[in-house]
Nanobody, 125 residues
């Protein structure tokens, strides 16, 4: 049974950093994995994904500030977020897409099959 659990969210001031984690079970870490976020009143958007060769793709809004990575031995996906801005606030979700490569670009909700429950990130000005 596929299962994904996020952790590491919290409240920080603008310019601060957070490191999100997502523990994965029930399917291989070597498939496409991603981070999405959803701000209040807005649609869920792709932030970053990592393909089977561990090559990342980022949304333009986070390029240069966020880093996606994985530790296969620990079954964990990470999102290191630096220089956070108030517009980065929202619920962050990890997602998995087994048996296929990553979509072009950060992806959309329909591109991914498995989801975590989300972790809240709040960035104050």
């Amino acid at each position: 049974q596929p299962h994904m659990v996020e952790s590491g969210g919290g409240s920080v001031q603008a310019g601060g950093s957070l490191n999100l984690s997502c523990t994965v079970s029930g399917f291989a870490m070597t498939y496409c994995l991603a981070w999405f976020r959803q701000a209040l009143g807005k649609e869920r958007e792709g932030v970053a994904n990592l393909n089977t060769r561990a090559s990342p793709t980022y949304a333009e809004s986070v390029l240069g500030r966020f880093t996606i990575s994985r530790d296969i031995a620990k079954n964990t996906l990470f999102l290191q977020m630096n220089d956070l801005k108030p517009e980065d606030s929202g619920i962050y979700y990890c997602a998995g897409r087994p048996y296929r490569g990553c979509p072009s670009g950060p992806g959309t909700i329909s591109d991914f099959d498995y989801w975590g429950q989300g972790t809240q990130v709040t960035v104050s000005a």
